[in-house]
């Protein structure tokens, strides 16, 4: 069971965050970024991912916070940090196929193991190798890691201890408090030298003691990451079709634990008739992420309370025949939600349409400019979406 309490499930806790993150965004980021002092130390890295994943806090408002103080040149890199997490969600959303491959190996590799033991040692940090069995019971108690620890665990998964490499990134997603299918997905892959094929990352000695303060210096680590291979992903398409906009008159506020705080989204809850926030425990991978969104959606349904006309309801299944009989209490037919990306929620969600549509009702997923911007953009590498940046946040700072 993850500790609770590192990261408090609510939109006041992640808005103190970064307010006491801010002033040390720049310089201080910058150049602190990659150490790793261990559990329970204070660093240089923002810990909002958690509340940025489920989008208690927005993208937009952590990077103009840090704009405003830092300046561009001050906050280049943490802004390049965060939208890391954009490039990843829009490459994924144009080739889909890569989420269901990567299940689809999952599935294979679990099935065709030879050596559980090793696997069962590796989860619960039983190889013997300093750092790594650290940094796996570290993941097991808090539900987080560092994010050079998560690029060093995995290197020494894939190309040290040779386990398969959709096992390790599917352990993440059972652990991690912030687990999301793109930024966790295609990280592993890129580790492991399918993301930009031949091209690897090998943990060593020397820069683990480096950037861990020389709290460890594994021997025995593999010297050389041979990139595994696989058939080259389908080139991006476009970006599936989703409203700007709700569509006026009242409607049924449907709030999921992709997206907490809609009304950054471009969705007014005065427009809604009533409002249902679901913490469904099939949308999340693990025990950390569910015990977070637990939290996060009460917090999302009491600061919904008072701003829509009628009720705000949670509910802990997400299935039409519930959304059927809300949006029935509400008189509405029609319901609004914020755009799913690829994952769990999305598949839910296209299951739920379908429910709707047989009964009457219609399902309306909202975008938001924030993605509908950046995403198409995410077709190649990230230093050509990196290009992007500039012109983006200009526009932005003149909105």
């Known amino acids: 069971m993850p500790e609770s309490g590192m990261f408090p499930p609510t939109r006041q806790a992640a808005l103190e965050r970064l307010a006491g993150f801010v002033p040390a965004a720049g310089r201080a980021y910058a150049e602190g970024r990659n150490l ?8 240089a890295v923002s810990r909002l991912s958690p509340y940025l994943r ?38 994924l959303e144009m080739r889909p196929s890569t989420w269901s491959r990567f299940l689809e190996t999952r ?20 190889t013997g190798v300093e750092g790594f069995d650290d940094w796996a019971r570290e993941l097991a108690q808090t539900g987080y890691l560092h994010n050079h620890a998560r690029m060093w665990f995995a290197s020494i998964w894939i190309f040290t201890l040779r386990l398969p490499w959709a096992l390790g990134a599917d352990l993440f997603l059972r652990r991690l408090v912030d687990a999301d299918p793109a930024s966790n997905t295609l990280s592993w892959r890129w580790v492991a030298g399918l993301q930009t094929p031949g091209k690897t990352y090998l ?12 709290r460890f210096a594994p021997s025995g680590l593999a010297t050389e990451a041979s990139a595994l291979v696989e058939p080259v992903p389908e080139p991006p398409a476009g970006l599936p079709s989703a409203a ?31 409002a249902v926030v679901t913490s469904d425990p099939r949308l999340c991978f693990g025990e ?22 009628g009720p705000v309801t949670l509910l802990d299944r997400l299935d039409a025949g519930s959304l059927v009989a809300a949006a029935q209490a509400a008189r509405v037919r029609t319901l609004v939600t914020p755009y799913a990306p690829v994952g769990p929620t999305a598949d839910a969600l296209a299951q739920v349409a379908r429910g709707l549509e047989a009964e009457g009702a219609r399902l309306i997923q909202v975008r938001r400019d924030w993605d509908t911007r950046l995403w198409p953009h995410a077709t190649a590498g990230f230093f050509a979406f990196r290009k992007q940046i500039p012109a983006f946040l200009e526009q932005e700072r003149s909105r």
Request: without cysteine.
């Open 54 to 91: 489920h989008r208690v806090i927005s993208e937009a408002e952590v990077v103009d916070a840090v704009l405003q103080a830092q300046g561009p040149a001050g906050a280049d890199k943490f802004i390049q940090e965060v939208l890391w997490r954009t490039y990843w969600k829009g490459w």
């Open 203 to 214: 943990a060593t000695r020397e820069n683990i003691a480096r950037f861990t303060g020389g």
């Open 36 to 43: 790793d002092p261990g559990p329970g130390e204070p660093g």
């Open 244 to 274: 700007s906009a709700p569509p006026p008159g009242p409607f049924l506020l449907l709030v999921t634990p992709e997206d907490l705080t809609p009304d950054l989204g471009g969705i007014d809850p005065a427009g809604a008739a009533a």
């Open 107 to 126: 599935d294979r590799q679990r099935d065709g193991l030879a050596d559980w033991r090793a696997l069962d040692d590796a989860e619960a940090g039983r």
């Open 288 to 309: 950390a992420a569910r015990q977070f969104v637990a939290g996060a959606a009460m917090d999302a349904a009491d600061r919904l309370a008072g701003r829509v006309e």
